[in-house]
């Protein structure tokens, strides 16, 4: 480069070459410059890995209720499946023994469980023809569950715990329903978002755009105990990165 600079100011004869010269080196070292970020470098977390943070993201997720790091026993002892016809608009309330149950309903509508002290633990639209397939929680002794008017009828069937990469709308456990690791996760219809929750620590939202070849793909580790909440959409896809 140094040969190559000395020439150019040879051949200007020292005269507008030296302002020339200057800024050529500006140049040419500005291509180079160790502190200089590339592209990626100069992404935020939303281009490189979907992830919401800030204050979208707290508006997003909402005041998170503490009673979502509880486990029901997931042996299912009492559980048992309800089905409940909604003859009015203002919806119904619907008493469930202890247990994990999927909840679905038609055509769609609101379904809100509240924890012993009316705070709401989980809202999601439910339904054939609207919001989510199905929606899959713990459902307490203390909880109160309220259908919406927007139902005909809605059912309520106990589900097995049992390790899986798929989930549906709902809370899950990392290390009970799907194993601690690195995954690549995505969906293949739909919009939504998975929420990770971990005692002590903020949470972390990504948002989950479907399609197999222009949907969202993210990277994520997850560790046992942490709790997992998908919402907005009906299944979400856990792919294993193998190193």
């Not at 329903?177 to 293949?188: N, T």
């Not at 739909?190 to 993210?218: A, F, Q």
Request: glycine letters at 12%.
């Amino acid at each position: 480069m140094k040969n190559t600079l000395q020439k150019w100011f040879e051949w200007t004869g020292g005269k507008m070459g030296s302002s020339i010269l200057i800024t050529s080196c500006l140049l040419l070292l500005s291509g180079c410059h160790p502190l200089q970020k590339s592209e990626s470098d100069k992404l935020g977390p939303y281009e490189k890995n979907f992830e919401i943070v800030g204050p979208e993201k707290d508006d997003l997720i909402g005041k998170v209720n503490p009673a979502i790091f509880k486990t029901v026993d997931r042996r299912n002892k009492t559980a048992e499946q309800v089905d409940r016809e909604v003859f009015t608009q203002d919806g119904i309330k619907v008493t469930l023994q202890p247990g994990r149950y999927a909840i679905s309903g038609y055509p769609a509508g609101n379904i809100f469980i509240y924890d012993d002290n009316d705070n709401l633990v989980i809202r999601e639209i439910v339904g054939h023809s609207g919001g989510v397939g199905s929606l899959t929680v713990d459902i307490e002794s203390t909880y109160t569950v309220f259908a919406d008017g927007g139902y005909d009828h809605v059912s309520f069937i106990p589900v097995q715990t049992q390790l899986t990469t798929d989930l549906n709308a709902g809370i899950w456990d990392v290390g009970l329903d799907i194993e601690a690791g690195d995954y690549i996760f995505g969906s293949e219809y739909g919009m939504g978002y998975l929420e990770i929750h971990e005692k002590g620590k903020d949470p972390v939202l990504y948002e989950v755009i479907g399609g197999n070849d222009t949907g969202s793909r993210s990277r994520v580790k997850l560790t046992e105990g942490q709790k997992l909440r998908v919402t907005g959409i009906s299944l979400v896809n856990f792919k294993p990165v193998k190193e």
